[in-house]
């Protein structure tokens, strides 16, 4: 993929208030289940091991206990914003393999050099990914590859992750994979790919620079 003609992945944009448009999953139906995509399950088991990861690369990151605490308290909502991207990864990938888009590992591997100079180096990238998106080191490739999977769907629509299209796709994916979430969680909004019971926006947003790489800094 050519370096200068990156578009930005929406990961932030502002969710108006809906009525959700799907019904979410009791225990009864799914036990033991923070939500279920495709009829595969997200376990809450595999929701919890998942914010793990984050806390422990948070604890690793910042060992000042005061200020850790500081970073405890600025993402408290973390275990649900997780699982709103674990589900929204699902549906992306969806909508991509929909369009016949593939990402290999070779393109993976290039948007992260990239973005590793443009950190400062992979430590700083890992840094910046952990602090602004929540995403843990291990789970940094399989983050870069929907974001390729996202400008690639993009491409293909002739838009841009912003745009209308581009969600119109992915609600298309979340009616396909008639997602359930547990309520403890909130609800699946299939028109905006979004969990809902949100006062704040679900989605990031990575913003690149003009040379085509997010800036990070």
Avoid at 2 to 28: E, F, K, S, Y
Avoid at 126 to 153: C, F, M, S, V
């Amino acid at each position: 993929m050519h370096r200068r003609r990156r578009t930005a992945l929406v990961l932030t944009a502002a969710i108006a208030a809906a009525a959700p448009l799907l019904t979410a999953c009791g225990h009864d139906a799914h036990p033991g289940a923070a939500a279920v995509v495709g009829g595969q399950r997200i376990t809450v088991s595999q929701l919890e091991s998942r914010v793990a990861e984050v806390r422990r690369a948070q604890r690793a990151a910042v060992p000042d206990e005061s200020q850790y605490q500081q970073v405890l308290a600025s993402t408290s909502s973390l275990t649900r914003d997780t699982l709103h991207n674990m589900v929204l990864d699902r549906v992306l990938h969806r909508a991509a393999q929909d369009a016949g888009i593939t990402v290999t590992p070779r393109e993976v591997q290039e948007m992260r050099t990239d973005l590793e100079q443009q950190a400062g180096g992979a430590k700083g990238l890992q840094t910046a990914w952990l602090q602004k998106y929540g995403i843990a080191p291990a789970r940094l490739d399989d983050n870069l590859r929907l974001q390729l999977e996202a400008q690639k769907l993009a491409k293909e629509l002739g838009t841009d992750t912003s745009q209308p299209a581009f969600w119109k796709a992915l609600s298309k994916a979340s009616g396909e994979l008639r997602i359930d979430l547990n309520p403890r969680y909130g609800t699946w909004d299939v028109r905006k790919s979004s969990r809902v019971d949100a006062k704040t926006p679900w989605i990031r947003e990575v913003t690149t620079a003009a040379g085509g790489q997010p800036v990070t800094a």
